[in-house]
């Protein structure tokens, strides 16, 4: 029997794999043209704007380290570690369009030949939430890996993929990997490709401090892009919707409702686009009303107080119940001193538990250090769980 030192990786005349699966060697020889991935990433939306500072501030980062960059692969005497970018932001703030739109923007350029590989992890979906092992499993599938020569176990299979992304790279096709709703580091590391063979997007709405990545952190649009947004999101559904034109004051207002939230945007979009003949008055004065401002935020199965729900699940209790206790302050601010007394908990206690909340971008940080605030929306939202949360106890 083979022992493990004798097990080796080799590339000859084209491309091979050599992996370790049950103490074995074997060697995969993949089709001399290949796209992975391209037909698994999303298309995007056409209603795409208002990032696009965001979105050059990505590229310019992946630029370097792309094909023919400064961080080519093949420079003479060129060896760039790994890239990753983790894009976050709270949920329905665009991370997943952002990395869709930059991703192709990098195919339109031929920075990366090889293609993309795209995966949605459905980290805080407790339904749909993938493991690192089945997306490798479906990483290496879209490599052309026949199904009999992906190993079983998670460690082996994320060393083949590491080798066939490093054997394309140096053949000249280099992949750009984008992995998607990663709720943990530990959810995204097996899938992060190791040397200069990897260049990763990852987006979570959580800050993933761990992975040794460029963080971009995304912020709601600013009240002109949202209401851009909101103005061809309606164009593209009917191109010769003009409500938002012809009535740009209350087109401000929605925006300012919606709290420059892209999703909550899109979600209104979607209901004025169904209705052509809703004036926009109206929907103005439906939103007008805090209590119900969530239930009018919902279209079909989309919703902005569904996607909150699995952001404040993830919570253990203690941040749960700081989460809640936040709106009781009156301010668009708060500070760490007057949050540990809300709390009736020492100032420590009180910073650890404000930089939980702002890691998983349930809050933000303030205008200055140990200051802090909430979205509008997400305020709406923790006051009604505090509420029922007092009418349950």
Same mark, same amino acid.
């Given at each position: 029997?083979?022992?493990?030192?004798?097990?080796?990786?080799?590339?000859?005349?084209?491309?091979?794999?050599?992996?370790?699966?049950?103490?074995?060697?074997?060697?995969?020889?993949?089709?001399?043209e290949i796209s992975p991935a391209l037909s698994g990433l999303p298309s995007g /939306?056409?209603?795409?704007?208002?990032?696009?500072?965001?979105?050059?501030?990505?590229?310019?980062?992946?630029?370097?380290?792309?094909?023919?960059?400064?961080?080519?692969?093949?420079?003479?005497?060129?060896?760039?570690?790994?890239?990753?970018?983790?894009?976050?932001?709270?949920?329905?703030?665009?991370?997943?369009?952002?990395?869709?739109?930059?991703?192709?923007? /990098?195919?339109?350029?031929?920075?990366?030949?090889?293609?993309?590989?795209?995966?949605?992890?459905?980290?805080?979906?407790?339904?749909?939430?993938?493991?690192?092992?089945?997306?490798?499993?479906?990483?290496?599938?879209?490599?052309?890996?026949?199904?009999?020569?992906?190993?079983?176990?998670?460690?082996?299979?994320?060393?083949?993929?590491?080798?066939?992304?490093?054997?394309?790279?140096?053949?000249?096709?280099?992949?750009?990997?984008?992995?998607?709703?990663?709720? /943990?580091?530990?959810?995204?590391?097996?899938?992060?490709?190791?040397?200069?063979?990897?260049?990763?997007?990852?987006?979570?709405?959580?800050?993933?401090?761990?992975?040794?990545?460029?963080?971009?952190?995304?912020?709601?649009?600013?009240?002109?892009?949202?209401?851009?947004?909101?103005?061809?999101?309606?164009?593209?559904?009917?191109?010769?919707?003009?409500?938002?034109?012809?009535?740009?004051?209350?087109?401000?207002?929605?925006?300012?409702?919606?709290?420059?939230?892209?999703?909550?945007?899109?979600?209104?979009?979607?209901?004025?686009?169904?209705?052509?003949?809703?004036?926009?008055?109206?929907?103005?004065?439906?939103?007008?009303?805090?209590?119900?401002?969530?239930?009018?935020?919902?279209?079909?199965?989309?919703?902005?107080?569904?996607?909150?729900?699995?952001?404040?699940?993830?919570?253990?209790?203690?941040?749960?119940?700081?989460?809640?206790?936040?709106?009781?302050?009156?301010?668009?601010?708060?500070?760490?001193?007057?949050?540990?007394?809300?709390?009736?908990?020492?100032?420590?206690?009180?910073?650890?538990?404000?930089?939980?909340?702002?890691?998983?971008?349930?809050?933000?940080?303030?205008?200055?250090?140990?200051?802090?605030?909430m979205h509008d929306l997400l305020r709406l939202y923790a006051r009604q769980l505090?509420?029922?949360?007092?009418h349950t106890s």
């Amino acid at each position: 029997m083979a022992r493990k030192s004798d097990i080796r990786n080799t590339i000859s005349g084209g491309i091979f794999f050599s992996a370790v699966i049950q103490s074995r060697d074997i060697t995969v020889q993949l089709p001399p043209e290949i796209s992975p991935a391209l037909s698994g990433l999303p298309s995007g /939306t056409q209603a795409f704007t208002g990032r696009d500072t965001d979105l050059c501030v990505l590229l310019d980062i992946l630029a370097p380290f792309a094909a023919g960059g400064d961080g080519d692969f093949e420079a003479p005497g060129a060896s760039p570690p790994s890239m990753v970018v983790a894009v976050g932001g709270l949920a329905g703030i665009g991370k997943t369009e952002l990395a869709i739109q930059a991703a192709r923007a /990098t195919l339109d350029r031929g920075w990366f030949p090889g293609g993309v590989l795209f995966v949605d992890l459905f980290g805080y979906d407790p339904v749909r939430s993938l493991d690192p092992g089945q997306a490798l499993e479906g990483f290496l599938r879209a490599l052309a890996i026949p199904d009999e020569h992906i190993p079983p176990q998670t460690q082996d299979r994320a060393r083949l993929y590491a080798s066939v992304l490093a054997a394309y790279a140096r053949e000249g096709r280099r992949i750009l990997v984008v992995i998607d709703n990663a709720a /943990t580091q530990e959810q995204a590391k097996p899938l992060l490709p190791a040397g200069p063979a990897g260049v990763t997007i990852v987006t979570s709405r959580d800050i993933l401090g761990m992975l040794g990545a460029q963080l971009l952190d995304l912020d709601i649009l600013p009240p002109e892009n949202a209401v851009h947004m909101l103005d061809r999101a309606l164009r593209v559904a009917r191109p010769s919707d003009t409500r938002v034109t012809d009535y740009p004051g209350v087109a401000a207002r929605i925006a300012q409702l919606c709290g420059g939230l892209p999703l909550a945007l899109q979600i209104i979009a979607a209901l004025l686009s169904e209705n052509p003949h809703r004036p926009l008055a109206e929907m103005a004065t439906d939103l007008d009303d805090e209590r119900t401002r969530l239930d009018e935020l919902s279209y079909a199965d989309t919703a902005v107080r569904a996607a909150f729900e699995l952001s404040y699940q993830r919570l253990d209790r203690d941040h749960a119940r700081l989460f809640r206790l936040l709106t009781i302050n009156p301010g668009p601010e708060i500070s760490t001193q007057a949050t540990a007394a809300l709390a009736d908990v020492d100032l420590q206690a009180a910073r650890r538990g404000l930089e939980a909340l702002a890691r998983a971008h349930l809050i933000d940080r303030g205008s200055n250090y140990g200051r802090w605030r909430m979205h509008d929306l997400l305020r709406l939202y923790a006051r009604q769980l505090s509420e029922t949360h007092t009418h349950t106890s």
